[in-house]
């Protein structure tokens, strides 16, 4: 009589028991596109959706992770799309905020209107009101400092302008008090170059010169917070004004106070 055939026990499964903590391999889309220039996160994320890249010819999904020698495409669509978003330089007064309202102080994005537009605007562009939704600062000026302050919709000025490896110069006119008892010294003016440290971080070289009597020429390549105002008082100077009167190329001229215009196709930061 044939005995009955008990179930042997499966295998052990050689898998690895942390084999399934491993995270997918590649790096994501979205990041790759970014490092590459070809859009903002943001846009990057949007485009994708949209169903406007492909990756080695097939079309990306969001979440997606690649290799960083993958073929990516872009449909033209998404840069139509793109060209029609705006840049706007306005001249900002005291009492307005670079960013997202504070303390009961409005965004200075408030200010870019039709009434506020300068009338002297070269742009040959006609302004509807979706030029001034999701402006966004490309950089900052605290509520007391004034001048050339670049909002955009374009995530690659952005990025330009304030991303991590951005070498974009930004001159200042900051007009200054010396404290302290007899001639600000050439040596503190030296410092100002180059030397000081701000929250443990050495600050990269600058170009720090006198305008006038009583105002400093600021030209830096980093945007610390309230950077320049730490920067003199560490030397023993009080900032009176401070005035951002150039980003890269282009200039505040002869923009009027609370008053914007539309970045040139001509302009380059």
């Known amino acids: 009589m044939d005995r009955p055939v008990r179930p042997q026990p499966s295998a052990p499964s ?20 970014t490092e590459r220039g070809l859009a903002s996160r943001r846009e990057a994320d949007e485009w994708i ?41 306005l ?3 005291i009492g307005y905020v670079s960013g997202q309202a504070e303390d009961g102080y409005e965004p200075a994005s408030v200010l870019v209107t039709p009434a506020n537009r300068w009338a002297d605007d070269p742009a040959r562009k006609t302004f509807h009101l979706g030029h001034a939704r999701h402006l966004a600062p490309a950089g900052r000026l ?11 919709q374009d995530g690659r000025i952005a990025k330009h302008l304030i991303g991590d490896d ?48 009583d105002q400093l020429r600021f030209v830096l390549r980093e945007g610390r917070k309230r950077q ?36 040139r196709e001509d302009e380059r930061f």
């Open 228 to 263: 320049i105002r730490r920067m003199c008082e560490m030397v023993g100077l009080k900032v009176l004004a401070l005035k951002r009167v150039r980003i890269g190329s282009v200039v505040l001229g002869k923009l009027p106070p609370g008053q914007w215009r539309y970045l």
């Open 91 to 93: 001249n900002k007064p």
């Open 14 to 33: 050689r898998q690895s028991p942390v084999a399934s903590a491993v995270p997918p391999e590649g790096v994501r889309l979205s990041k790759v596109m």
């Open 166 to 213: 951005s070498d974009v110069e930004k001159e200042y006119l900051v007009r200054v008090q010396y404290l302290r008892d007899g001639d600000f010294p050439p040596e503190s003016l030296r410092l100002l170059n180059h030397g000081l440290e701000l929250d443990g971080h050495r600050l990269r070289p600058a170009k720090v010169s006198w305008a006038n009597e």
């Open 49 to 89: 959706d949209a169903g406007w890249v492909r990756v080695n010819g097939e079309m990306a999904v969001l979440g997606q992770r690649v290799t960083p020698d993958v073929r990516i495409e872009i449909d033209p669509a998404a840069r139509q799309q793109q060209a029609q978003r705006v840049t706007v330089l």
């Open 142 to 152: 605290d509520i007391d400092s004034t001048g050339l302050l670049v909002l955009t």
